[in-house]
């Protein structure tokens, strides 16, 4: 009986040791995992810095007022203030209406405008007038050509999983989209896939579109280089 007992206690001893490794060893496992997760890189932020956005839009105006001094070496380059990032399908509106408002008269021939004339203004101030309207409103597209890859992947992934899903179930058709690689080509040429395409090429009444901007942005907000 004697000889039983010890060979219990010292099996319990046994056991109790073994379970303390195994405890140590997990201890050591889940310590390991924790240090080398602290020293993964975390993923980059998709959404520009307001740094970046002011860069962005420095480049932007100093690249429309290369094409007014393209033709007026000497003109004088007035103050602007960026007020939003305009998509492809407001764009146009966006323009001619800017242009009206500072009182030129604007021949529109689908989405190009031209200089119509006007008593007093030169075509020199319509290229002022121009480069004021577009730095107010910057196109996505003008807006893409400064963005890195992530932020490129990140707005088509922003496209497709969100601003498409929401057009659809809204009722309204949407092409479907491209390869990512496809997607990256395009905004290479200028031609870049967007889910609502079709809505702006047709007959939509403009307060339906504002409505589905409102309820589906056609963007991210990082995307805009407002001030």
Not at 47 to 66: D, F, G, H, M, Y
Not at 94 to 104: P, Y
Request: overall charge positive.
């Amino acid at each position: 009986m004697a000889i039983s007992s010890r060979r219990g206690r010292a099996s319990a001893l046994t056991e109790g040791r073994g379970s303390g490794r195994v405890m140590r060893c997990v201890a050591v496992v889940v310590v390991a995992l924790g240090i080398l997760s602290g020293c993964a890189p975390s993923a980059a932020v998709a959404e520009l810095t307001p740094a970046e956005r002011s860069v962005i839009r420095e480049k932007l105006l100093a690249q429309n007022w290369k094409v007014v001094t393209a033709r007026f070496p000497f003109a004088a380059r007035p103050e602007v203030n960026v007020v939003h990032t305009t998509d492809d399908g407001s764009w146009p509106g966006s323009m001619v209406g800017c242009l009206r408002a500072a009182g030129f008269t604007v021949y529109v021939d689908g989405r190009y405008f031209q200089f119509g004339s006007t008593a007093g203004r030169s075509t020199e101030d319509f290229a002022i007038g121009t480069y004021l309207c577009s730095s107010r409103y910057p196109r996505v597209d003008d807006v893409m050509r400064y963005l890195d890859r992530d932020r490129l992947e990140a707005l088509f992934r922003y496209l497709v999983g969100t601003v498409r899903p929401c057009l659809l179930l809204s009722g309204v058709p949407s092409e479907p989209p491209p390869s990512l690689s496809a997607y990256l080509r395009g905004v290479d040429a200028r031609t870049s896939w967007n889910p609502y395409r079709l809505a702006w090429s047709s007959p939509v009444p403009a307060s339906r579109l504002a409505f589905l901007e409102q309820l589906c942005p056609s963007r991210p907000a990082w995307l805009d280089v407002a001030e």
